[in-house]
């Protein structure tokens, strides 16, 4: 229904329809050098997603990633994602944030991003925390970085929302949020914590 367009090679055989190229639908695109068709489904092993941003600027993109498992589902209107290594990068230029995942789930009606990863980290105190680490790319705030076990990213308002953070170290400060929730709008803005 004119949901997707699909521009590279396909081969079509009695048993299956592939393709090496580039899927664009619903404001993304996503590239893989082997995707496999069915009638409302597709999936790739090993592709390339981007989301571009709601008001189209020219090259502008809210969220990117690479070296992903992809299932994309128009039925249910959702895309899964699994890391294909140790956590893949992901990049929020609008945000000036990246964070390491082990799966994201994209809701494409909601515009939502569900993130999750169980990578273990073991801090200076000896602290074990899991989740995906989140990194400040601002040149002002030298690596900023906390871990959430849990995170959502509204890709229309571009708002990474972090839940279950432990703490996060600030120069030679610890705080401790005391929601454990941590917001973070465009330009690394962090909204204030009590």
Same mark, same amino acid.
């Not at 580039?22 to 489904?41: G, I, P, Y």
């Not at 601002?138 to 849990?150: E, G, M, N, V, W």
């Not at 839940?163 to 465009?186: F, L, M, Q, T, W």
């Given at each position: 229904? *004119? $949901?997707?367009?699909?521009? *590279?090679?396909? !081969?079509?055989? #009695? %048993?299956?329809?592939?393709? !090496?190229?580039?899927?664009?639908?619903?404001?993304?695109?996503?590239?893989?050098?082997?995707?496999?068709?069915?009638?409302? +489904?597709?999936?790739?092993?090993?592709?390339?997603?981007?989301?571009?941003?709601? $008001? $189209?600027?020219?090259?502008?993109?809210?969220?990117?990633?690479?070296?992903?498992?992809?299932?994309?589902?128009?039925?249910?209107?959702?895309?899964?994602?699994?890391?294909?290594? /140790?956590?893949?990068?992901?990049?929020? #230029? +609008?945000?000036?944030?990246?964070?390491?995942?082990?799966?994201? @789930?994209?809701?494409?009606?909601?515009?939502?991003?569900?993130? &999750?990863?169980?990578? @273990?980290?073991?801090?200076?105190?000896?602290?074990?925390?899991? &989740?995906?680490?989140?990194?400040?790319?601002?040149?002002? $705030?030298?690596?900023?970085?906390?871990?959430? #076990? @849990?995170? /959502?990213?509204?890709?229309?308002?571009?708002?990474?929302?972090?839940?279950? +953070? /432990?703490?996060?170290?600030?120069?030679?400060? =610890?705080?401790?949020?005391?929601? &454990?929730? +941590?917001?973070? %709008? =465009? @330009?690394?803005?962090?909204?204030?914590?009590?």
């Amino acid at each position: 229904n *004119g $949901q997707a367009e699909f521009r *590279g090679r396909y !081969d079509l055989t #009695p %048993e299956l329809l592939s393709g !090496d190229g580039k899927m664009d639908f619903a404001n993304s695109e996503l590239e893989s050098n082997r995707m496999e068709f069915k009638q409302n +489904v597709f999936d790739a092993d090993t592709a390339d997603f981007r989301l571009k941003t709601a $008001q $189209q600027e020219v090259g502008a993109l809210a969220f990117t990633t690479n070296n992903v498992n992809a299932h994309i589902d128009f039925n249910e209107r959702t895309g899964d994602f699994q890391s294909n290594g /140790k956590g893949t990068f992901v990049n929020f #230029p +609008v945000n000036q944030y990246m964070c390491f995942m082990d799966n994201f @789930k994209w809701y494409m009606d909601k515009s939502d991003i569900e993130l &999750g990863s169980n990578k @273990k980290y073991a801090d200076k105190s000896d602290v074990e925390l899991s &989740g995906s680490e989140f990194i400040s790319t601002h040149p002002d $705030q030298d690596s900023l970085r906390f871990i959430a #076990p @849990k995170a /959502k990213y509204d890709v229309k308002n571009y708002i990474i929302s972090a839940k279950d +953070v /432990k703490y996060i170290n600030v120069a030679d400060a =610890r705080i401790y949020p005391d929601s &454990g929730n +941590v917001v973070i %709008e =465009r @330009k690394a803005v962090m909204r204030t914590l009590k």
